[in-house]
């Protein structure tokens, strides 16, 4: 029966058995305590789940007189603690490196004490004392064993949390939202509450209860109101994560994401490579059909991906980075500026609506880029005015498609 009941508290809290069995045979021996022990004593407990009995000892702690207070350095400290107004209980307090403490014959033995019962024992150390094996006890210990299951078990699953995800942060997890509010999303994520605060939702996205989607863990703390698990919805690694889980080329070190540039909820650009010879890394991120980068854009919420293949020449890399665009050339400028030249059919493809795709491009790349137009006959290259704001006009853009594979 008892067996039944740890199993039961583990798989509802999601706490190992044995925390489980720690965390009774500590409220065990508070509930001792109160009905049989003393003050200041330690006590612990041994219970045997299977056979149903139970041990219990009390726990003295080793003390030579050098870890202990002599009676003249008692006084003086309690005059200098009643000259600043201090209660006169003494705790345990540092002195040149070692702890000395108030001896109490309830919680300390002397080490000459100690030897009769111990021979190697030393100071320090713990000497158990068995005591009388006892299986009843009054309401007032069943109450105190029960606020002492209570707080551990918390501890415990508090403990458990932390442990289980705090080795996730930089993973993506599903949850489901519980609830919704103002300033942040909560959501259940298996045994545990995430939070998804404001500024890292995706601008433009609803949320309802029992809605089920993938976040990304930023960050797992532990706080006085217990573990915080922070969570994102716009972080650039969200979109990487997904498309480990969707392409088994990634996992398998054949296909490698060098960069990503996302304007959350809106389009992302990802640059790819192929590290296995014969593996077309665009390929293999959309999937035959689009299947693969169709999932992904899904638990986005339609979010635009643009695959593109990474170059380790910036030039090459730069003209694949404005895609869907045709790029005539690049020339690379001083201070990490290029000027990517274009046929004029193509200016509104590479500047993007509002200028998004230049902008991602540039984010993906590293580079500043400047988008120019070559005249119709192929010779003089017509540089683009400029905004105020140091942006080329768009008043005249024309389709922004991303990847064929998503339409």
Do not use: C
Request: glycine share 8%; charged share 30%; aromatic share 6%.
């Amino acid at each position: 029966m008892f067996n039944s009941a740890i199993a039961q508290i583990a798989e509802e809290k999601a706490i190992p058995p044995e925390k489980v069995l720690e965390v009774a045979q500590a409220a065990i021996s508070a509930a001792y305590k109160k009905e049989y022990g003393q003050k200041g004593q330690i006590i612990k407990a041994d219970f045997d789940p299977k056979s149903g009995l139970m041990e219990f000892w009390q726990v003295k702690i080793v003390v030579d007189k050098d870890s202990i207070y002599s009676e003249e350095e008692l006084a003086e400290l309690q005059e200098k603690r009643a000259a600043a107004g201090e209660a006169h209980e003494m705790p345990l307090i540092e002195e040149e490196g070692a702890k000395k403490v108030v001896f109490n014959p309830e919680k300390h033995m002397m080490l000459s004490e100690a030897k009769k019962l111990l021979k190697d024992v030393k100071a320090g150390d713990e000497v158990k004392i068995p005591l009388p094996s006892k299986i009843e006890f009054g309401r007032i210990a069943a109450q105190t064993a029960k606020q002492v299951l209570l707080q551990k078990v918390k501890e415990v699953e508090r403990e458990s949390v932390i442990g289980r995800f705090k080795s996730r942060e930089g993973e993506i997890v599903s949850g489901v939202v519980q609830r919704v509010e103002p300033r942040a999303v909560y959501l259940d994520i298996g045994k545990a509450l995430a939070i998804l605060p404001r500024e890292e939702q995706v601008q433009g996205e609803f949320y309802r209860q029992e809605q089920r989607f993938r976040v990304y863990v930023l960050k797992v703390e532990d706080t006085p109101k217990g573990p915080m698990i922070y969570t994102s919805r716009i972080h650039p690694k969200l979109i990487s994560k997904l498309f480990e889980l969707e392409v088994p080329e990634i996992s398998a070190g054949q296909v490698k994401i060098q960069a990503i540039a996302r304007e959350p909820g809106f389009r992302s650009k990802i640059a790819v490579s192929s590290e296995t010879e014969g593996v077309d890394p665009i390929g293999a991120m959309v999937g035959q059909r689009g299947t693969r980068i169709a999932a992904v854009i899904n638990e986005l919420g339609g979010e635009k991906i643009d695959i593109v293949e990474w170059n380790e020449s910036p030039d090459r890399f730069i003209a694949n980075s404005l895609a869907p665009a045709k790029i005539l050339e690049v020339n690379l400028q001083p201070k990490n500026t290029a000027v990517a030249v274009v046929n004029k059919d193509q200016l509104s493809l590479a500047i993007g609506k509002g200028g998004q795709n230049v902008r991602l491009a540039a984010k993906l790349t590293g580079w500043k880029i400047d988008i120019k137009v070559q005249d119709e006959e192929g010779g003089e290259i017509i540089e683009m005015p400029e905004t105020a704001d140091g942006e080329i006009p768009t008043e005249k853009e024309g389709s922004d498609s991303g990847n064929p594979a998503e339409e």
